[in-house]
C-alpha cells in the first residue's frame, strides 16, 4: 500500500495516491543481465540511446502495462527526478516497507562509531544480499487493497557488529563490492556483469558491441 510508503516519509516526498492504493516494488535480480539486457541490446541495438539498463527495464515495464488495458498503470523509475530534483520516490524506502529488503541504516546500529561523518543506508536482500537493484515502481490507482497485511522485510543482518561492517563497508569502500557479500548469497553477478556495472557509462556501449552512433 502506498500509505505504507507514506508513512515513515516527510510530507515532501509523499506519492500523491490515496494511501491502500495498491503498488509494486520492482527489482531486478542477477540472471537479468543474460536474461533481459543482453536479448534487448542484441534486438534494439539500433535505438539504444541513453542507458542500455534504463531502456531495457523501460521495455519490459511497458510490455506489463499493455497486459492491462483496462487499468491505468503508473509506472516511475529510479533515475527519473521531479523538477525540483528530487527523487520521484525514494527506492530503498519502497523496497523495505514492501518487505523486499531490508534497508539497513545509521539508526539500526546502537553505538554509533561514525561521530559527525554523513552515512548512507543500503538495502540488502535475503536471497540476493547486495547483488540486486530497484529498478522501479508500479501503481494501480484505480485498485485500492485496504485488506492487504504488510510483510515486514528479512533482517538478515541482525548483528551489531555485521551492521556495522555492512555500512562502513559501503559507504567507504564501495568500489569493491565487499558489501553486496555481507550474508551468504545464492546469487551474484557474473564477471561479465561486474566489469560492466564498474565500467563508466560512456564507455559501456561497447562492452555490449553496440554501434559508435549509438554513443
Known amino acids: ?39 534487448f541490446v542484441s534486438k534494439e541495438r539500433l535505438k539504444i540511446i541513453r542507458d542500455p539498463v534504463d531502456q531495457c527495464v523501460s521495455h519490459h515495464l511497458s510490455r506489463v502495462k499493455e ?4 487499468q491505468r498503470v503508473d509506472i516511475m523509475f529510479d533515475y527519473e527526478m521531479l523538477p525540483s530534483r528530487k527523487p520521484k520516490f525514494l527506492a530503498q524506502t519502497a523496497a523495505h516497507v514492501a518487505g523486499a ?31 540486486f537493484a530497484i529498478r522501479a515502481l ?13 510483510p515486514p522485510p528479512v533482517d538478515c543482518v541482525s548483528s ?10 559501503f559507504n567507504f569502500h564501495w568500489q569493491d563490492g565487499r558489501y553486496r557479500d555481507i550474508i551468504e548469497v545464492k546469487e551474484r553477478y557474473s564477471e561479465e556483469q561486474k566489469t560492466y556495472f564498474a565500467t563508466p557509462p560512456a564507455e559501456r556501449f561497447r562492452l555490449l558491441g553496440l554501434p559508435q552512433e549509438a554513443q
Open 67 to 70: 497486459k492491462f488495458p483496462d
Open 160 to 169: 551489531e557488529e555485521k551492521r556495522i561492517e555492512l555500512l562502513e563497508q
Open 138 to 150: 508500479l501503481l494501480f490507482p484505480a485498485i485500492q487493497v485496504p485488506f492487504l497485511e504488510q
Open 101 to 131: 529488503a531490508y534497508y539497513y541504516q545509521r539508526k539500526d546500529v546502537k553505538l554509533d562509531p561514525w561521530g559527525k561523518k554523513k552515512i548512507f543506508g543500503v538495502c540488502i536482500h535475503p536471497k540476493y544480499g547486495g547483488w
Open 1 to 39: 500500500q502506498v500509505g505504507w510508503y507514506n508513512a515513515v516519509l516527510q510530507p515532501a516526498f509523499h506519492l500523491p495516491y490515496p494511501d491502500d492504493t495498491l503498488a509494486f516494488v520492482v527489482l531486478s535480480t542477477p540472471s537479468m543481465f543474460d536474461k533481459a539486457l543482453k536479448p
